[in-house]
């Protein structure tokens, strides 16, 4: 696992879009096969798409060889709904970028049959041959996507209930009522996560902190779930100070060594 922070969540934004663009580019150039790449919701990720944004508007990088399957989506909450995970990411990606909408993925939430629909969801994402990389955040409770504690780490797209303290958590966009936030949700499972080819995961502010050491230095525990990331060849947690406060010193100069090291 590597480690990246940055003083400011904005510069470790700039990294992870950075870094994302590159790796675009390079399976661009060595072969036609479109890019498989997981994406995720909430506050953390949306300066690096703001920089996706300006790249492509700048010409610096194309998604239209690009197909994207997002991690989660709430169940119940209409489509056209400010807060579905469908509105944020064409409010904060989608509408801005030059992805083919038939290579925009999202779970559908209210599909009539949504076991059928997370089954179908893992068929289309194996039927691409798999991500090639998946972005992520994390939760205060150190969930991947929505498997929240006890999720299985070998678990796969379903339907996820969401724990009392996630609801509240999301409750900001819920006019602070968790009573508005659905309780369940679909979710890729952590094993669709870990499955792919590399795994990249957001962290920013104190909020994040605690989870951040415990997916670092603690085991690799259901406990929290994006642990499950130090089983995994190729997966980055690219963070802020702040999100790395809970790092020990030793781990924080090590990582920064790595990057010293590999930046030569
Ligand atoms: P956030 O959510 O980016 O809004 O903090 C992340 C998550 O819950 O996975």
Not at 128 to 133: A, E, K, S
Not at 148 to 155: D, I, R, Y
Request: charged content about 25%.
């Amino acid at each position: 696992m590597k480690v990246i922070i940055r003083k400011e969540a904005h510069e470790a934004s700039l990294w992870a879009a950075h870094y994302i663009a590159d790796r675009i580019r390079e399976k661009a150039a060595r072969t036609s096969k479109p890019f498989i790449l997981g994406l995720c919701t909430g506050s953390t990720p949306i300066e690096t798409y703001a920089e996706l944004i300006r790249m492509v508007k700048d010409g610096e990088i194309s998604f239209k060889n690009v197909i994207s399957f997002n991690m989660d989506e709430y169940v119940g909450l209409p489509k056209s709904h400010p807060e579905s995970y469908w509105s944020f990411m064409h409010k904060y990606l989608f509408d801005h970028i030059d992805e083919p909408a038939e290579n925009i993925h999202i779970l559908n939430g209210n599909a009539p049959d949504l076991e059928a629909e997370c089954a179908a969801y893992e068929k289309a994402i194996e039927a691409t041959g798999g991500f090639d990389l998946f972005l992520g955040g994390i939760g205060e409770d150190g969930h991947i996507a929505f498997n929240e504690p006890f999720s299985s780490l070998k678990s796969r797209t379903r339907v996820v209930t969401l724990t009392e303290d996630t609801r509240i958590v999301n409750s900001r966009f819920f006019d602070n009522d968790m009573n508005q936030v659905p309780a369940q949700a679909l979710s890729v499972g952590v094993a669709t996560v870990t499955d792919s080819k590399e795994v990249v995961i957001l962290a920013f502010g104190p909020k994040k902190a605690k989870a951040i050491h415990d997916a670092v230095e603690g085991p690799v525990s259901h406990m929290c779930t994006v642990s499950a990331l130090q089983l995994h060849e190729f997966g980055t947690i690219v963070c802020d100070e702040a999100a790395a406060s809970g790092l020990l010193p030793e781990s924080r100069a090590y990582f920064a060594a790595v990057e010293a090291v590999e930046n030569r």
